[in-house]
Protein backbone atom coordinates (compact mmCIF):
# COMPACT_ATOMS: atom_id res chain seq x y z
CA UNK A 1 0.00 0.00 0.00
CA UNK A 2 1.31 3.39 -1.17
CA UNK A 3 1.21 5.79 2.25
CA UNK A 4 3.04 8.87 0.06
CA UNK A 5 0.72 10.54 -2.77
CA UNK A 6 2.86 13.27 -4.54
CA UNK A 7 1.22 15.85 -7.07
CA UNK A 8 2.03 16.78 -9.39
CA UNK A 9 2.76 13.86 -11.68
CA UNK A 10 4.61 15.65 -14.43
CA UNK A 11 5.03 19.16 -14.67
CA UNK A 12 6.46 21.34 -17.83
CA UNK A 13 7.37 24.63 -17.08
CA UNK A 14 9.56 27.89 -18.56
CA UNK A 15 12.64 28.80 -17.28
CA UNK A 16 12.19 31.09 -14.29
CA UNK A 17 9.14 30.15 -13.65
CA UNK A 18 8.32 29.07 -9.64
CA UNK A 19 6.68 25.68 -8.98
CA UNK A 20 5.70 23.33 -6.11
CA UNK A 21 5.11 19.90 -5.41
CA UNK A 22 3.46 18.70 -2.55
CA UNK A 23 3.88 15.21 -0.74
CA UNK A 24 0.97 13.48 1.21
CA UNK A 25 -0.13 11.24 3.44
CA UNK A 26 -2.53 9.80 6.01
CA UNK A 27 0.12 8.39 8.30
CA UNK A 28 2.66 10.40 10.39
CA UNK A 29 6.31 9.91 9.79
CA UNK A 30 9.74 10.44 12.12
CA UNK A 31 11.52 11.98 9.03
CA UNK A 32 11.25 12.85 5.27
CA UNK A 33 13.36 13.11 2.88
CA UNK A 34 13.51 14.69 -0.89
CA UNK A 35 15.56 13.38 -3.55
CA UNK A 36 16.71 13.73 -7.30
CA UNK A 37 16.64 11.12 -9.37
CA UNK A 38 18.49 12.02 -12.81
CA UNK A 39 17.94 9.63 -16.43
CA UNK A 40 20.03 6.30 -15.59
CA UNK A 41 21.04 7.17 -11.79
CA UNK A 42 20.42 6.12 -8.55
CA UNK A 43 18.16 8.81 -6.28
CA UNK A 44 20.72 11.80 -4.61
CA UNK A 45 19.28 13.10 -1.58
CA UNK A 46 18.45 16.99 -1.04
CA UNK A 47 17.24 17.26 2.36
CA UNK A 48 15.82 15.37 5.57
CA UNK A 49 13.50 17.30 7.75
CA UNK A 50 12.64 15.91 10.81
CA UNK A 51 10.64 19.05 12.96
CA UNK A 52 7.02 19.47 12.62
CA UNK A 53 6.66 22.42 10.72
CA UNK A 54 10.41 22.64 9.81
CA UNK A 55 11.57 24.55 6.79
CA UNK A 56 14.79 24.14 5.08
CA UNK A 57 16.14 26.09 2.08
CA UNK A 58 18.95 24.89 -0.18
CA UNK A 59 19.36 27.16 -2.43
CA UNK A 60 16.57 28.42 -4.88
CA UNK A 61 14.91 24.89 -3.44
CA UNK A 62 12.67 25.50 -0.13
CA UNK A 63 11.42 22.27 1.79
CA UNK A 64 8.37 22.57 4.47
CA UNK A 65 7.32 19.38 6.89
CA UNK A 66 3.95 19.96 7.91
CA UNK A 67 3.25 20.97 11.44
CA UNK A 68 1.71 17.03 12.06
CA UNK A 69 4.59 15.47 10.64
CA UNK A 70 1.70 13.84 7.52
CA UNK A 71 2.70 16.35 4.69
CA UNK A 72 5.74 17.90 2.68
CA UNK A 73 6.48 20.35 0.06
CA UNK A 74 9.27 21.15 -2.28
CA UNK A 75 8.89 24.69 -3.79
CA UNK A 76 11.47 25.70 -6.47
CA UNK A 77 11.65 29.84 -7.05
CA UNK A 78 13.27 30.53 -10.52
CA UNK A 79 13.26 27.45 -11.77
CA UNK A 80 16.04 26.41 -14.36
CA UNK A 81 16.68 23.82 -17.22
CA UNK A 82 19.18 22.29 -14.63
CA UNK A 83 16.44 21.49 -12.48
CA UNK A 84 14.92 19.41 -14.43
CA UNK A 85 14.42 15.35 -12.72
CA UNK A 86 12.04 13.22 -11.32
CA UNK A 87 11.80 14.64 -7.62
CA UNK A 88 10.54 11.81 -4.77
CA UNK A 89 9.36 12.01 -1.67
CA UNK A 90 10.38 9.28 1.23
CA UNK A 91 9.27 9.14 4.50
CA UNK A 92 10.17 6.88 7.66
CA UNK A 93 6.44 5.89 8.94
CA UNK A 94 6.28 6.30 12.53
CA UNK A 95 5.02 3.29 12.88
CA UNK A 96 8.17 1.44 11.59
CA UNK A 97 11.03 2.94 12.91
CA UNK A 98 13.48 5.28 11.33
CA UNK A 99 15.21 2.62 9.15
CA UNK A 100 12.26 1.64 6.58
CA UNK A 101 11.01 4.20 3.83
CA UNK A 102 8.56 4.51 2.02
CA UNK A 103 8.60 6.52 -1.21
CA UNK A 104 6.00 8.60 -3.04
CA UNK A 105 5.23 7.70 -6.91
CA UNK A 106 7.44 11.39 -8.22
CA UNK A 107 7.07 13.71 -9.95
CA UNK A 108 9.10 14.50 -12.93
CA UNK A 109 10.01 17.95 -13.73
CA UNK A 110 10.93 19.56 -16.69
CA UNK A 111 12.09 23.25 -17.03
CA UNK A 112 12.13 24.52 -20.57
CA UNK A 113 14.97 26.83 -21.67
CA UNK B 1 35.14 5.75 -2.13
CA UNK B 2 32.96 4.52 -4.41
CA UNK B 3 29.96 4.60 -2.32
CA UNK B 4 27.03 2.29 -3.42
CA UNK B 5 28.05 -0.01 -6.41
CA UNK B 6 25.89 -2.69 -8.13
CA UNK B 7 26.71 -5.40 -10.22
CA UNK B 8 25.97 -5.97 -12.91
CA UNK B 9 24.05 -2.49 -14.84
CA UNK B 10 22.27 -4.27 -16.98
CA UNK B 11 20.67 -7.89 -17.72
CA UNK B 12 18.36 -9.92 -20.40
CA UNK B 13 16.95 -13.08 -19.05
CA UNK B 14 14.39 -15.68 -20.21
CA UNK B 15 11.56 -16.75 -17.91
CA UNK B 16 12.47 -19.40 -15.79
CA UNK B 17 16.02 -18.56 -15.34
CA UNK B 18 18.12 -17.37 -12.32
CA UNK B 19 20.18 -15.04 -11.39
CA UNK B 20 22.11 -12.98 -8.49
CA UNK B 21 22.68 -9.29 -8.12
CA UNK B 22 25.20 -7.95 -6.03
CA UNK B 23 25.57 -4.77 -4.04
CA UNK B 24 27.90 -3.51 -2.05
CA UNK B 25 28.73 -0.61 -0.21
CA UNK B 26 32.67 0.32 1.84
CA UNK B 27 31.17 3.16 3.78
CA UNK B 28 30.59 0.61 6.47
CA UNK B 29 26.82 1.10 6.68
CA UNK B 30 24.39 -1.22 8.88
CA UNK B 31 21.33 -0.81 6.58
CA UNK B 32 21.28 -1.99 3.37
CA UNK B 33 18.15 -2.13 1.28
CA UNK B 34 17.06 -3.73 -2.14
CA UNK B 35 13.80 -1.19 -3.94
CA UNK B 36 12.86 -1.78 -7.60
CA UNK B 37 11.65 1.21 -9.53
CA UNK B 38 8.78 0.91 -12.06
CA UNK B 39 6.86 3.89 -14.20
CA UNK B 40 4.87 5.28 -12.06
CA UNK B 41 5.34 3.38 -8.97
CA UNK B 42 8.33 5.07 -7.15
CA UNK B 43 10.88 3.01 -5.13
CA UNK B 44 9.10 -0.18 -3.45
CA UNK B 45 11.04 -1.98 -0.83
CA UNK B 46 11.76 -5.26 -1.83
CA UNK B 47 13.65 -6.58 1.15
CA UNK B 48 16.60 -4.86 4.19
CA UNK B 49 18.88 -5.53 6.45
CA UNK B 50 19.57 -4.29 9.45
CA UNK B 51 22.98 -5.82 9.97
CA UNK B 52 25.13 -8.18 8.94
CA UNK B 53 23.54 -11.72 9.27
CA UNK B 54 20.23 -10.29 9.24
CA UNK B 55 17.34 -9.85 6.65
CA UNK B 56 13.56 -8.65 6.68
CA UNK B 57 10.63 -8.48 4.23
CA UNK B 58 9.82 -4.84 2.48
CA UNK B 59 6.66 -4.23 0.51
CA UNK B 60 6.99 -6.66 -2.46
CA UNK B 61 9.00 -9.46 -1.31
CA UNK B 62 7.78 -12.22 -3.16
CA UNK B 63 9.68 -14.14 -5.96
CA UNK B 64 12.95 -12.71 -4.74
CA UNK B 65 15.55 -13.74 -1.96
CA UNK B 66 19.01 -12.27 -0.42
CA UNK B 67 21.52 -12.95 1.52
CA UNK B 68 23.75 -10.70 4.44
CA UNK B 69 26.01 -12.77 4.78
CA UNK B 70 29.28 -9.83 5.12
CA UNK B 71 28.32 -6.40 6.18
CA UNK B 72 29.64 -4.48 3.24
CA UNK B 73 27.61 -7.03 0.90
CA UNK B 74 23.72 -7.46 -0.07
CA UNK B 75 22.37 -9.92 -2.58
CA UNK B 76 19.17 -10.21 -4.12
CA UNK B 77 18.38 -13.54 -5.40
CA UNK B 78 15.48 -14.31 -8.38
CA UNK B 79 15.19 -17.78 -8.22
CA UNK B 80 12.33 -18.14 -11.61
CA UNK B 81 12.51 -14.84 -13.50
CA UNK B 82 9.14 -13.78 -14.55
CA UNK B 83 8.31 -10.98 -16.38
CA UNK B 84 6.63 -8.73 -13.95
CA UNK B 85 10.18 -8.98 -12.25
CA UNK B 86 11.26 -6.74 -15.38
CA UNK B 87 12.22 -3.21 -13.34
CA UNK B 88 15.40 -1.30 -12.54
CA UNK B 89 16.53 -2.50 -9.03
CA UNK B 90 18.20 -0.16 -7.39
CA UNK B 91 20.44 -1.05 -3.92
CA UNK B 92 21.13 1.91 -0.95
CA UNK B 93 22.72 1.23 2.46
CA UNK B 94 22.32 4.02 5.38
CA UNK B 95 24.26 4.68 8.72
CA UNK B 96 22.89 6.13 11.63
CA UNK B 97 21.59 9.21 10.16
CA UNK B 98 18.62 9.06 7.94
CA UNK B 99 20.26 9.60 4.58
CA UNK B 100 20.19 6.73 2.29
CA UNK B 101 22.75 6.26 -0.55
CA UNK B 102 21.69 4.73 -3.30
CA UNK B 103 23.89 2.94 -6.45
CA UNK B 104 23.53 3.40 -10.15
CA UNK B 105 20.75 0.60 -10.75
CA UNK B 106 20.45 -2.77 -12.72
CA UNK B 107 17.80 -2.65 -15.77
CA UNK B 108 16.77 -6.21 -15.77
CA UNK B 109 14.36 -7.54 -18.39
CA UNK B 110 12.64 -10.82 -18.40
CA UNK B 111 11.51 -12.09 -21.99
Known amino acids: ?113 | NAGVTQTPKFRVLKTGQSMTLLCAQDMNHEYMYWYRQDPGMGLRLIHYSVGEGTTAKGEVPDGYNVSRLKKQNFLLGLESAAPSQTSVYFCASKGQNYEQYFGPGTRLTVT
Open chain 1, 1 to 113: TQLLEQSPQFLSIQEGENLTVYCNSSSVFSSLQWYRQEPGEGPVLLVTVVTGGEVKKLKRLTFQFGDARKDSSLHITAAQPGDTGLYLCAGTPIRSGTYKYIFGTGTRLKVLA
